[in-house]
């Protein structure tokens, strides 16, 4: 998607973390972060060290999810979580239309 900043257009991704499927299913959280191309990579690997390093959440396999450590910590928590393992700031999303809350479907 693009995002519009004082006039042009940026492309990058609007954040969203937690979601998932199963037995419990969540629905993914917006995070309000912004991601650009070039950083995907660094976010990623920063989110997956969370994840590891949070071990409780891997020590029974009913419970071993990223989307209940969402659930546990919140998203303030975890946005705080994440700019501490980044060298930049995360940005907000911005102008990212909102996804429309009409329909929400776990298939496809």
């Known amino acids: 998607m693009e995002r519009q900043v004082n006039g042009p257009s940026q492309p990058g991704f ?3 973390v937690g979601g998932g499927l199963s037995t419990k299913p969540y629905f993914a959280q917006r995070l309000n972060a912004f991601v650009a191309p070039e950083k995907v990579v660094l976010v990623l690997k920063a989110i997956t060290e969370i994840y590891r390093d949070a071990s409780e959440y891997r020590q029974t396999r ?5 989307k209940f450590l969402i659930a546990d910590w919140g998203i303030e928590k975890f946005r ?3 700019q501490t393992k980044l060298d930049f700031p995360l940005e907000e999303s911005g102008d990212f239309p909102d996804l429309p809350d009409t329909y929400k479907d776990h298939v496809g």
């Open 14 to 16: 609007d954040l969203w």
């Open 62 to 66: 009913s419970h071993a999810r990223f």
């Open 80 to 82: 705080t979580a994440l």
